[in-house]
């Protein structure tokens, strides 16, 4: 039987690079109003903000 092996806190949960092509893949779709717009930055901070907090 094995057990759960916890994760290295040291070890980024997601890189930097990751992060970085996640938020330009967001900010990249076209935004049709300013209603959109405040999605698509909405959705990268909230990237942002779970990566901050996972690290």
Known sequence: MTHPV???PRQ????P???NQ???EILAE????LSAQA????Q???LLRAALQEN
């Open 12 to 15: 980024l949960a997601v890189t």
């Open 6 to 8: 916890p994760r290295d």
């Open 22 to 24: 996640s938020i330009e």
């Open 30 to 33: 076209p935004a049709e109003d």
């Open 44 to 46: 990268a901070h909230e």
């Open 17 to 19: 690079e990751e992060l």
């Open 39 to 42: 999605e698509q930055l909405n």
